[in-house]
């Protein structure tokens, strides 16, 4: 950053254009590289450690909404439209904001990148029973039954080599689980794909 910063602000004289190009050209090459690479350690980092961070009450529709609104300009260049069908006066439930928020989006995210040319993602919340649902339904290519059963597994992808580290449901799995709940997933070929969270609900609405 300090290269590029230089370089732009302070060209050395002796330098053609096209030799200023090539070289802040190197340095981006750089910069974007190494970013990646702490990308990849921190979800590695992320599958590993425990959660040391606090529960305190949560709200589940303002979670979904404020990771909406995270990844709206990342939407809308997808060209996927977001329907939403959240239930209103549902109680809270016992979580971590952080870890939440990571899991929906990477349910957001995955369901994007399987909208190629764009589509709809539709989340519907609701309680049953005791528990708090997330619904999230895409219209993407859907995902084949061999794939299906190991989307779980920490470090299956069938991204290309660059573009994922196969950590991001596996990760969502886990703090899931470790919020009392669990995410399951159904999907069928050339028609979408739903994944379902469900957390403990704390009590009724005060």
């Keep these: ?15 053609t254009p096209r030799d200023m190009g090539k070289i802040l050209g190197y340095f981006e090459n750089i910069s974007g590289l190494g970013l990646r690479c702490r990308n990849i350690i921190l979800d590695m980092l992320k599958f590993a450690r425990q959660p040391t961070e606090e529960s305190s009450p949560q ?13 709206g300009q990342q939407m809308t260049k997808g060209n996927v439209d977001g329907v939403r069908e959240l239930a209103e006066g549902l109680p809270p439930f016992g979580g ?6 990571q899991v ?3 349910i957001f995210v995955n369901a994007q990148q399987a909208m190629q040319g764009g589509g709809t993602l539709t989340v519907r919340t609701r309680r049953s029973g ?5 619904v ?8 084949p039954p061999e794939i299906l059963r190991r989307i779980f597994e920490p ?15 596996s990760v969502s799995y886990g703090i899931v689980k470790r919020h009392g709940g669990r995410i399951d997933v159904e999907s069928e070929v050339g028609k979408g794909t739903t ?7 704390l009590g009724d609405v005060p």
């Design 1 to 15: 950053d300090l290269a590029l910063e230089q370089y732009r602000d302070h060209p050395p004289e002796p330098l």
């Design 59 to 71: 709200d589940l529709n303002a979670l979904i909404g404020e990771t909406l609104a995270c990844l």
């Design 96 to 101: 971590n904001a952080l870890q939440m928020h």
């Design 104 to 106: 929906f989006t990477n």
């Design 130 to 134: 005791d528990d708090l649902v997330a």
């Design 136 to 143: 999230f339904s895409d219209t993407g290519c859907g995902i």
């Design 155 to 169: 470090f299956f992808t069938t991204k290309p080599v660059g573009k994922g580290t196969g950590l991001g449901l």
């Design 195 to 201: 994944f379902t969270v469900r957390v403990p609900a």
